[in-house]
């Protein structure tokens, strides 16, 4: 970490608690010392409904419609993510929701899922010769 973002860091701490000033400084030195990366790097779970959508699209594009079942056999759920993520990866301009299909689960139990497909920007009709 770079000195002004611990002395920033340290402002907030000094702020809630009082620190003995040798702690202060064992705590600056620790605060140094993190590798922190500066590029804003996004949590697994983003970066992993960006890539369902790449699928999503791909999949959309190949077959007409893609159900949240499609991606998640083409690209699982990393096992640190929370499974409520997935609702995220259609709620982009991108899809437009078409319809449903019932699947059965592999509980045997059935479910509903929304089928969605590629929005269409619709062109005008300029030219009419």
Not at 53 to 75: F, K, Y
Request: glycine letters at 6%; hydrophobic letters at 35%; proline letters at 6%.
């Amino acid at each position: 970490m770079n000195n002004s973002d611990v002395e920033l860091v340290m402002q907030c701490i000094s702020r809630m608690f009082k620190i003995p000033p040798q702690q202060g400084d064992r705590l600056r030195a620790n605060l140094r010392s993190l590798q922190l990366s500066s590029d804003g790097a996004k949590p697994v779970r983003y970066s992993w409904i960006e890539e369902a959508r790449g699928v999503a699209t791909r999949i959309a594009q190949d077959n007409g419609e893609v159900t949240i079942e499609d991606v998640l056999s083409e690209l699982p759920l990393p096992e640190d993510c929370d499974p409520r993520i997935v609702g995220g990866v259609f709620k982009h301009p991108s899809f437009v929701r078409v319809g449903n299909r019932v699947l059965k689960a592999r509980d045997r139990r059935y479910k509903t899922v929304g089928v969605f497909s590629l929005a269409r920007s619709q062109q005008p009709v300029t030219d009419w010769d």
